[in-house]
């Protein structure tokens, strides 16, 4: 043992001695398991070190891997009493499910950020997989890619460096993803990059903007129209009086009616700052600019709709397990929620 101490590397000096000679006995087999590797990895870190970058983590997966949430994300999928049906992005998309993901980002940013985050890196990855090899790849029969839509509201809270590949790459595999956020500078102070929050903005083809109150983000749509002529009509009139004063004319006048071409914005801002509720300009198809006035549901007078977000998920938990008995194509089975 004291010759085990006296050749312990020095990143490894602090730990148990049973330890360093796993670490030390490892090395030297042929075992490939990444779950091991990654706790070798975490191993060989000096530990002072590791608990220094590690410090501002730990209290995030605490909460990752505590209470329900970690039954939603880390399930004993050998559970039989669990009527909830387990699920990936590849079985869901190969069903065309409705997938709701409710992160709840007004309790708990943090978590919402982390969960939302980590589901959008899985998707890039799935994306990348069905866009070489197609979305029923193992199985049988083939198919044509679906369309896979993806709205994400309040976009600010979920942005991160994971998400940046799925808008400017994800088209490939069908993605298409919507974006519903308040203002510009939303987006560049969770990235902390202007640059990178223009890039993410740059790759949206259609914009819809509804009143507004930052100018940065106002300017998104208006400095993409153009300067259009406009006509503008003057009228001038004029009397002269005659020097003859014994003639017969007293005064001339004369009236000049002229038109004149002005270039001005398509769009001035003010425009969207003033914008009634309900109301919106659109930049669609490349270039095409649309006013639109949008319909203003009045629930008071709707009898389908729901009394609040509570019955709306008991509806979704009634039919996602009504339905958990169904089965997809082959490879598949789920055809719901979880």
Avoid at 130 to 146: F, R
Avoid at 238 to 262: C, E, P, Y
Avoid at 306 to 322: C, D, G, L
Wanted: proline share 5%; net charge negative.
């Amino acid at each position: 043992m004291a010759s085990l101490r006296k050749n312990t590397p020095r990143n490894l000096q602090g730990r148990d001695s049973y330890v360093v000679a796993l670490e030390q006995y490892l090395s030297t087999t042929r075992l490939h398991d990444t779950i091991l590797d990654g706790l070798r990895t975490a191993v060989r870190y000096d530990k002072t070190y590791f608990d220094k970058i590690v410090a501002s983590l730990l209290p995030l997966l605490e909460k990752l891997t505590t209470r329900k949430i970690s039954q939603l994300l880390a399930p004993d999928y050998g559970d039989l009493n669990d009527p909830r049906p387990v699920f990936n992005w590849q079985q869901a998309i190969r069903q065309r499910a409705i997938i709701y993901v409710g992160l709840d980002a007004l309790s708990d940013a943090e978590i919402a950020a982390a969960v939302g985050n980590s589901m959008f890196a899985d998707l890039v990855s799935v994306a990348g997989h069905i866009y070489k090899h197609g979305v029923m790849d193992g199985l049988p029969q083939t198919e044509e890619n679906p369309a896979i839509n993806l709205h994400c509201d309040e976009f600010s809270e979920l942005m991160g460096d994971e998400f940046i590949p799925l808008i400017n790459k994800g088209g490939g595999a069908g993605v298409e993803v919507t974006a519903y956020t308040q203002t510009l500078s939303d987006i560049e102070a969770r990235i902390g990059d202007r640059a990178k929050a223009d890039q993410v903005v740059g790759n949206f083809n259609s914009r819809i903007m509804m009143r507004v109150r930052e100018s940065a983000t106002v300017e998104l749509l208006t400095k993409q129209l153009p300067q259009v002529d406009v006509l503008s009509n003057s009228i001038s009139s004029g009397v002269t009086d005659s020097a003859d004063a014994q003639g017969n004319i007293s005064f001339s006048s004369n009236t000049q009616d002229r038109m004149s071409s002005i270039q001005v914005p398509l769009l001035e801002p003010a425009s969207l700052v003033q914008l009634p509720k309900g109301q919106a300009f659109a930049l669609l198809e490349g270039g095409q600019l649309w006013k639109l006035r949008i319909p203003l549901p009045d629930a008071a007078h709707d009898p389908l709709m729901p009394e609040s977000i509570t019955h709306i998920a008991r509806y979704m938990e009634k039919t996602v397990r009504q339905h958990a008995h169904m089965v997809g194509p082959p490879g598949d089975s789920c055809n719901g929620e979880k």
